[in-house]
T-cell receptor
Framework: AQSVAQPEDQVNVAEGNPLTVKCTYS??????LFWYVQYPNRGLQFLLK??????LVKGSYGFEAEFNKSQTSFHLKKPSALVSDSALYFC?????????????FGSGTQLTVLP | EAQVTQNPRYLITVTGKKLTVTCSQN?????MSWYRQDPGLGLRQIYY???????DKGDVPEGYKVSRKEKRNFPLILESPSPNQTSLYFC?????????????FGPGTRLTVT
């Protein structure tokens, strides 16, 4: 079965510092990986995805993520955090094999950027 | 504006009283899905639909029904709601059912069952 883990419930970072939100997945095929962000009282918004190709993926709002197949990870990064980046971040995975048509989400990581 | 809409946004009801949460998208998307969000559990898929008249169970389908009679609409039906269905519900859509497509989410419906 496919699964995805976000090991940190909460990440705090100072404004201007780099940020990392971690995500690992359990694989039984080739994964398609996604990051979504949820602002308070809003639905989820798509940030970026890894399908194939370059392991470093660039997305919206200056975010990027690195796919690491050997470590089965897809960590979200940003070189310089903004207070407005404070939100709930979800990693999600879909697999290409079998009947895995579902999108499986991690439990979410609350990012707080401190001014 | 391309969007997914849900109604109502907030609903308080009592155990056993049937309710429907509507979901509509104006992007001509084939794939639609319902999720529930609970603290510490992330989003869990309830049902999904790959096209009109094609629906299938997700991870947590018990106590829910769906239908897809039109491409744009995908209502979620709770025939006899129970307190454990108190949650935040999201509808989502994507252009196709393929695994490479990102999903577009509605604003959410907060349901409380007393």
């Amino acid at each position: 079965a496919q699964s995805v883990a976000q090991p940190e419930d909460q990440v705090n970072v100072a404004e201007g510092n780099p940020l990392t939100v971690k995500c690992t997945y359990s694989v039984s095929g080739n994964p398609y990986l996604f990051w979504y962000v949820q602002y308070p009282n809003r639905g989820l918004q798509f940030l970026l995805k890894y399908i194939t190709g370059d392991n470093l993926v660039k997305g919206s709002y200056g975010f990027e993520a690195e796919f690491n197949k050997s470590q089965t990870s897809f960590h979200l990064k940003k070189p310089s955090a903004l207070v407005s980046d404070s939100a709930l971040y979800f990693c999600a995975v879909r697999f290409t094999s079998g009947s895995a048509r579902q999108l499986t989400f991690g439990s979410g990581t609350q990012l707080t950027v401190l001014p | 504006e391309a969007q997914v809409t849900q109604n109502p946004r907030y609903l308080i009801t009592v155990t056993g009283k049937k309710l429907t949460v509507t979901c509509s998208q104006n992007m001509n998307h084939e794939y639609m899905s319902w999720y529930r969000q609970d603290p510490g559990l992330g989003l869990r898929q309830i049902y999904y639909s790959m096209n009109v008249e094609v629906t299938d169970k997700g991870d947590v389908p018990e106590g829910y029904k769906v239908s897809r009679k039109e491409k744009r609409n995908f209502p979620l039906i709770l025939e006899s709601p129970s307190p454990n269905q108190t949650s935040l519900y999201f509808c989502a859509s994507s252009p196709r059912s393929g695994a490479t497509y990102e999903q577009y989410f509605g604003p959410g419906t907060r349901l409380t069952v007393t």
